[in-house]
């Protein structure tokens, strides 16, 4: 009996939180060839700006691969975003708005809570970016997603 | 509740329906509850001094049936609480349990009570749960903080057990077990589970190991 009082007390001490509670939007950056054909583009140096005060950023380096964190207290987030980030002090950024319905959701007693999103539209400026879709609107913990595609401006 | 579970409860009422009613042409010379056991289980009482996150109190009454078979309630009631630095809530349920207790071995005197036994119980707990409050911790945007509406609901769980009762004086007995419990309602459980159910055990859990140390008083004619 004071062995399980014992394994008892060790299962109730390791409940520590893994889970991480903020959610990414998981994005691919795509370009049209000559043929109209839309296809996976690798940026060299891309960087998109985010947060309070835009203070946060997520950079690109040869991928055609981004994530980016919305926000968890109003239903749009402002994203800029440039192409190269070596002229970030020379260049005017792209904007992007995502809309967002947002849903809390429960992790466990461990985490609390986490905020899915379900993106309803986007806008955005035309400065090097072309289009923007939204390819699945429901963002949660799945982490192999692809929320959106930008096509860059060839 | 869905498909699959209640195909296991049918499963389930299929094995004890035939045990219970089989028992009444078989055994008709058998005396039926003519012995009774009640008890509270120690374990939980000193697992309460031991932690703060959660108390149970677990009380259980067994009476004969048949030879071999002991019809089993266990009730009780117990409060719990999860308190981080992401969420803080308190709940509170009382359950209890039916279901039966198969013994392996023959008597071997008038009146012995001791044997080893597998169980089959089902499990219903009331659970009240009051209001959350949660942080969601976010250095990009802001930290997030509200409060979950208190809920109250009902879980169902089926438990398969085995161990022994025996008796360490006059009308006094000692009863170890172990369950494995599994519950059939686990989605209406699942969101903001209680740290513990009384009766049940972890509620983050669809399916946990149990275990009880009963002292139990007897009363009654032995057959």
């Given amino acids: ?154 | 509740m869905s498909l699959k579970n209640k195909w296991i409860l049918c499963c389930v009422l299929i094995y004890i329906v035939p045990q219970v009613c089989i028992g009444q042409t078989k055994d008709s010379m058998y005396k039926k509850f003519t012995y009774a056991r009640i008890g509270v289980d120690m374990a939980k009482l000193v697992a309460n001094v031991m932690q703060n996150q959660y108390a149970t109190y677990e009380f259980m009454i067994d009476a004969n049936f048949k030879k071999d078979i002991n019809i089993v309630s266990d009730f009780g009631f117990g409060h719990s609480s999860v308190k981080n630095s992401f969420i803080e809530y308190a709940s509170r349920n009382y359950f209890t349990t039916f279901g039966i207790d198969k013994t392996f071995f023959n008597k071997e005197y008038f009146g012995d009570m001791d044997n080893v036994f597998v169980s089959l119980r089902y499990g219903f707990a009331h659970v009240k749960r009051q209001d959350a409050t949660y942080a969601i911790q976010d250095p990009i945007w802001g930290n997030v903080q509200g409060v979950y509406p208190s809920t109250s609901f009902n879980a169902h769980w089926l438990e398969f057990g085995s161990g022994f009762k025996m008796q360490v004086y006059h009308h006094i007995f000692l009863g170890w077990n172990i369950r494995f419990k599994t519950l059939i309602n686990p989605k209406k459980v699942q969101n903001l589970a209680p740290a513990y159910i009384s009766g049940y055990g972890n509620g983050n859990k669809n399916t946990v190991f149990g275990y009880n140390m009963f002292l139990l008083y007897g009363f009654g004619k032995r057959n």
């Fill in chain 1, 1 to 154: 009996m004071f062995a399980f009082l014992l394994f008892e007390m060790a299962c109730k001490q390791s409940q520590i939180c893994l889970v991480p509670q903020l959610i990414t939007i998981q994005g691919v950056y795509v370009s049209q060839d000559t043929s109209s054909t839309i296809k996976d583009t690798v940026l060299d140096n891309a960087i998109w700006l985010f947060g309070k005060d835009s203070l946060f950023y997520t950079q690109s380096r040869n991928t055609p691969y981004f994530s980016i964190v919305p926000s968890q207290i109003q239903d749009s987030s402002v994203f800029y975003f440039y192409i190269d980030s070596t002229t970030i002090q020379t260049s005017i950024p792209d904007t992007i708005t995502l809309y967002s319905q947002r849903n809390l959701h429960f992790i466990s007693s461990a985490c609390g809570f986490q905020t899915y999103h379900e993106l309803q539209a986007v806008k955005y400026s035309t400065l090097t970016i072309d289009s923007i879709y939204i390819s699945d609107p429901n963002v949660d913990n799945q982490i192999n997603k692809k929320h959106l595609q930008v096509v860059i401006k060839k």
